[in-house]
């Protein structure tokens, strides 16, 4: 079966309109003697299920490698007194109801937040997230603050959201349209493609790049002792050094700054400051995450870098809950 062969010219006249829109995209074909009856774009696929007499959704569930072409014309003939038209709109009005509840919920209970806005070029300093709570997270954002924009014009912007566990969000004109379209709470199946494309001009509201004003950072004076400890001694054999500096999480008192302002430490209970570069920040929840992180830092250094760290500390941060680890760069 092809569905570039149904692929024709029809001039639309007013006496074809609703026709036309109806049949868009759609095809019948059999599959043993089945008859199906799918629309390709909306990816909805309906059988028509003899002993019910009425169209059935099987868009998930239905191996097509077998399918055959049926003939539109004749099954227009065949389904006169019962054909598949109201089905794919209920299909659609349960593919809405499905959105709304999983938008809805997702952001009442989603446990991140966007925390601001920073340039894409900064996006460097820190890890991406695709996951669906950050996805969420930036509809809430849009939606709290009253955002107003397409994604193409997003997309001039140069900007990416930054949630709380200090990860960003990278949205593509199409993805940044669906998040519009859901803040707007439009969820439609193909809503996203009102908001992707095209320019708002009346009531534009975008988002700005957010710098926070913290240029320093306050830590446990014997983690600084334990810096002291190893530098000199590796200055001998690399021309870069990596220090992993562990600090707790606390959900209710973040660490909201951007991280390029950053270029101090102060120790506690103390006037003593170590003047340094933070080049990423990372959240970790568990050995095993930081165990991959690591990997990956790794992966991505020259030879004559060297990493260095205190397992200890490390390890007892994680094991009190999620803990931040900055990448301090001691050339």
């Not at 120790?267 to 690591?294: C, G, P, R």
Request: aromatic share 14%; charged share 30%; glycine share 4%.
């Amino acid at each position: 079966m092809s569905k570039q062969d149904k692929i024709e010219f029809i001039k639309i006249t007013d006496d074809n309109f609703e026709d036309v829109v109806k049949y868009n995209s759609k095809l019948f074909f059999t599959i043993d003697e089945e008859i199906y009856c799918e629309d390709y774009v909306l990816n909805i696929i309906l059988h028509f299920d003899k002993k019910e007499n009425k169209w059935v959704d099987v868009s998930l569930d239905l191996d097509v490698s077998n399918a055959k072409d049926y003939d539109f014309d004749k099954a227009l003939e065949d389904f006169s007194s019962n054909p598949p038209w109201d089905a794919f709109d209920e299909v659609l009005e349960k593919r809405r109801n499905d959105n709304s509840y999983v938008t809805e919920n997702n952001i009442k209970n989603n446990p991140r937040k966007v925390i601001g806005w920073i340039n894409v070029t900064h996006a460097y300093y820190f890890l991406e997230d695709d996951s669906d709570e950050g996805f969420y997270a930036v509809v809430k954002n849009i939606r709290d603050n009253g955002y107003n924009l397409t994604g193409m014009q997003y997309g001039n912007l140069d900007l990416v959201p930054l949630l709380d566990n200090h990860k960003y969000v990278r949205l593509s004109s199409r993805s940044f349209g669906a998040a519009m379209a859901l803040a707007n709470k439009n969820y439609e199946q193909m809503g996203y493609a009102l908001y992707a494309f095209g320019w708002v001009e009346e009531g534009l509201k975008v988002p700005y790049e957010t710098i926070y004003g913290i240029n320093e950072i306050i830590v446990d004076k014997d983690k600084y002792i334990d810096i002291e400890s190893v530098i000199p001694i590796d200055y001998d054999f690399a021309n870069h050094i990596i220090y992993l500096l562990s600090i707790p999480y606390h959900k209710d008192d973040l660490f909201q700054f951007a991280i390029y302002n950053i270029n101090k430490i102060r120790l506690s209970n103390s006037d003593e400051v170590i003047y340094t570069n933070i080049s990423k920040i990372m959240q970790v929840s568990s050995l095993e995450e930081f165990d991959a992180s690591l990997s990956r830092l790794e992966d991505e250094i020259e030879e004559d870098t060297i990493i260095k760290y205190n397992a200890d500390f490390i390890k007892e941060d994680i094991k009190h809950g999620t803990t931040s680890i900055l990448f301090l760069e001691m050339a």
